[in-house]
């Protein structure tokens, strides 16, 4: 039985193989979009319980799609776990302004850990970090 | 006396008193004898003056009986006159008003040459310097053509000596020889060429070693051998007087005739006085020339720079500007001549527009301490502006005052869109790397997890060393990240209080596997020391890096880890055993892509970026970095932080 549903919202596609492999071994049930727009429909038309998403994304950038997500009624709660390899400050303040439960860089955490954290997330062990 | 504007001016007067000379400049509308020698430019003479009404007091005292008064021309033009008065009852003959028009005529020469030098000396001070240099030499160039004066000069002389040629030989110091010079009068090229003389030979080396005005009436056999050298064959008799300045003797100034006996001792003295205003004219020619000289250099070097310059004087107002700095900005020098930067070019920095008070020209007018401003905006003519490197510099006059500043600024616009495109390039670049490279990473974690399955212990070794290889790929990655944020001044640091021996405590507890793995020991003492001011995220940067480096170059032995309170700062140390560094590899160890190169680090990987970063980490805490070493000995790392 799958434990929960993950939303992944990445443009690339042997990162978004090599996520989804670990997610779904790891008994995840996980959707896929490749670009902003896709990730805020899938988002909104079929609300999963947490959304991974990337900052540097085709259409309509991560950022927009999380303002976007916050403005709907279905996703306004849902936690939003930033997965990016875009390091800038001012974003990471940004995200964490519009509630990011966490703001990781793929280039220093490893699948694993990704899974841990997605896990301790959604048991509720960690809460929205405040920083 | 002088012209000026619409006034005789009384310059010098002999044997009429002293109150001639408080008496008031005569104006033009006053007309009377010295107006009219001005307005038509020749001699007056008055040979009864019970006839004429004075209007000098001082003068119709004198009880005079005649008056000759003489235009002073130079080139046409009036620069005054010259009056001779007669108390005994003579009548001044042609010859005398000959003789006295050319004696006005030299002395107005010889009084433009003498007011050009000085006003030439004068500014030489300046001239070292562009400023006012273009407008005096062309205004003096203008009045006064110095070839064409002395010509004028000789020829008048040899005419009124009753000669047939003239020339003047000039004393060369390199060859030790006179040789003629032009202009000479009467005489072909060649024979200027040819005529040249050793100066302890013939009439001219005497008249050079004794410094009088001699006289051959008949050729002696020396002076007839240099002549014949020069082809002047049909020389008979000759009149030489030195050209003196002060109490140098600059060359020998003669008249020639083809006939034998030609001149009297009554003609010498003449020749003599005639010939000093000569030699007056030379060495202001050769001042001028030099000066000329100067200015055409600095005048071409300008005209060549690509980059504009603007000079400006002491009180900030521009007096220059440069072909380049007219492209650039399009105005016309003529535009900017007399107002400051700040109402023209308008430069702005990050700040908003530079202001009289605070603005780096008037610090460098007073500190003489050149200042480089790395992006101002500068205006142009048509309101619009471009970025453009500025830099200031001060001029200095002979004594070492300050004069002035030199400001040499070139558009950047090119540059800055390269060095935008190059940045974004690297930035591009490196982001996309970060991606496979975490696609690697992340499943070789995954396989080394037995995600994917069972792996034995050899693969299992296997990809760890891969792991350990990304991780290097990854670092490389990272640090042209930074490169390229340090540059464009796009990294961000917030400096805070902070414990540094604290953050020194939990790296050295990470870097310790490191370390034990290589068999080094890790030796560090957490101090008692107060808070340092800094962004604890950087100075991790800072000291992992050290430290790992530290590590990373040390074969055997041990790493020791300090820090300690100086003055304001604290200062932390790390020393290692390692393999230490020569002196010329110190000197570049901080600068970009630089890695020292010996058989032993050849298997450590590395950038070369890792130190540069640190230094530009540190420098940007306003701390300082520095390093000591000595070859196969280790080397100690230092670097200093302010205290909060």
């Avoid at chain 2, 140390?573 to 230490?580: A, I, N, Q, R």
């Amino acid at each position: 039985m799958a434990k929960a549903k993950l939303l992944l919202v990445e443009d690339d596609v042997t990162l978004v193989k090599m996520y989804e492999r670990k997610f779904k071994s790891d008994g995840y049930e996980v959707e896929i979009a490749y670009d902003g727009e896709e990730g805020f429909k899938k988002a909104t038309d079929n609300p999963p319980d947490l959304i991974v998403l990337d900052l540097m994304l085709p259409k309509l950038d991560g950022i927009s799609v999380f303002k976007k997500i916050r403005s709907q009624a279905s996703t306004f709660k849902t936690p939003v776990l930033m997965l990016t390899n875009f390091d800038q400050e001012d974003a990471v303040f940004e995200c964490f302004k519009l509630g990011a439960v966490d703001y990781l860089l793929k280039s220093e955490v490893t699948p694993q850990e990704v899974v841990a954290k997605i896990e301790n997330l959604l048991k509720g062990k960690e809460g929205p970090i405040k920083k | 006396m002088f012209l000026k504007d619409d006034f005789l001016i009384r310059k010098v007067a002999r044997g009429l008193g002293e109150e001639i000379m408080s008496e008031p400049p005569i104006p033009e509308g006053k007309g009377g004898i010295s107006w009219q020698a001005v307005h038509s430019q020749k001699p007056v003479v008055e040979n009864d003056l019970s006839k004429t009404q004075i209007a000098s007091k001082a003068l119709a005292e004198g009880q005079f009986h005649a008056l000759i008064t003489v235009p002073m021309l130079v080139r046409h033009q009036v620069v005054g006159v010259i009056s001779i008065f007669a108390r005994k009852e003579r009548n001044f003959s042609e010859s005398d008003v000959n003789l006295f028009s050319v004696i006005a005529n030299q002395s107005a020469l010889a009084i433009i040459s003498i007011q050009s030098a000085e006003l030439l000396l004068e500014n030489r001070k300046k001239l070292s310097e562009f400023s006012s240099l273009n407008q005096i030499s062309q205004s003096v160039a203008t009045l006064f053509n110095f070839e064409e004066t002395l010509l004028s000069i000789i020829a008048t002389i040899t005419k009124q000596m009753e000669g047939d040629r003239g020339v003047l030989a000039l004393f060369d110091h390199n060859d030790k020889l006179l040789k003629a010079v032009k202009p000479a009068f009467n005489l072909t090229e060649s024979q200027v060429r040819d005529f040249r003389t050793r100066s302890d030979e013939g009439i001219t080396g005497q008249v050079f070693c004794k410094g009088t005005p001699l006289m051959l009436e008949k050729l002696n056999p020396e002076t007839q051998e240099t002549l014949l050298r020069a082809k002047l064959t049909d020389v008979k008799s000759v009149l030489a007087a030195p050209l003196k300045v002060k109490s140098q003797t600059l060359g020998v100034l003669h008249v020639f005739s083809k006939n034998e006996a030609n001149f009297e001792n009554e003609d010498l003295r003449l020749f003599g006085i005639l010939s000093s205003q000569a030699a007056v004219v030379v060495s202001s020619s050769y001042m001028y020339r030099e000066i000329e000289e100067e200015r055409k250099k600095d005048e071409s070097l300008l005209t060549s720079i690509g980059e504009g310059v603007v000079a400006v004087g002491k009180d900030e107002k521009i007096i220059l500007l440069n072909d380049a700095g007219q492209n650039f900005t399009g105005f016309l020098k003529e535009e900017l001549f007399g107002k400051t930067i700040y109402e023209t070019l308008k430069p702005t920095d990050k700040k908003g527009p530079l202001k009289v008070e605070n603005s780096p020209v008037g610090r460098v007018l007073k500190t003489g301490k050149p200042e480089v401003l790395t992006e101002v905006s500068i205006t142009r003519h048509d309101g619009t502006t471009f970025p453009a490197r500025f830099s200031v510099a001060a001029t200095f006059d002979a004594d070492d005052e300050i004069m002035g500043v030199i400001c040499v600024f070139s558009d950047i616009t090119k540059e800055k869109e390269v060095e935008v495109m190059k940045q974004e390039l690297i930035s591009i670049a490196t982001h996309e790397l970060r991606t496979p490279i975490t696609g690697v990473k992340g499943y070789l974690d995954m396989i080394l997890a037995g995600d994917t399955g069972g792996v034995n212990d050899e693969t299992k070794e296997t990809l760890q060393e891969m792991t350990g290889i990304t991780q290097k790929l990854a670092d490389l990655v990272d640090d042209l990240l930074n490169v390229g944020r340090i540059e464009q001044g796009r990294i961000e640091y917030k400096p805070v209080p902070m414990d540094l021996s604290q953050l020194t405590t939990d790296i050295i507890k990470e870097l310790s596997i490191q370390a034990k793995q290589k068999n080094i020991e890790l030796i560090y003492q957490k101090p008692e020391i107060p808070e340092v001011k800094a962004d604890p995220d950087r100075t991790r940067q800072v000291l992992i890096n050290l430290i790992g480096n530290a590590i990373k170059y040390t074969e055997k032995g041990s790493v020791t880890v300090s820090l300690e309170k100086k003055d304001q700062e604290i200062v932390c140390s790390v020393k290692d055993t390692g393999l230490g560094i020569s002196k010329e590899g110190q000197a570049k160890l901080f600068s970009k892509f630089y890695r020292v190169k010996t058989d032993k680090t050849r298997q450590i990987t590395g950038t070369g970026l890792g130190l540069w970063i640190t230094k530009q980490i540190v420098e940007m805490m306003a701390g300082k970095i520095w390093v000591e070493s000595v070859e196969g000995k280790g080397s100690t790392f230092r670097f200093s932080l302010p205290r909060v």
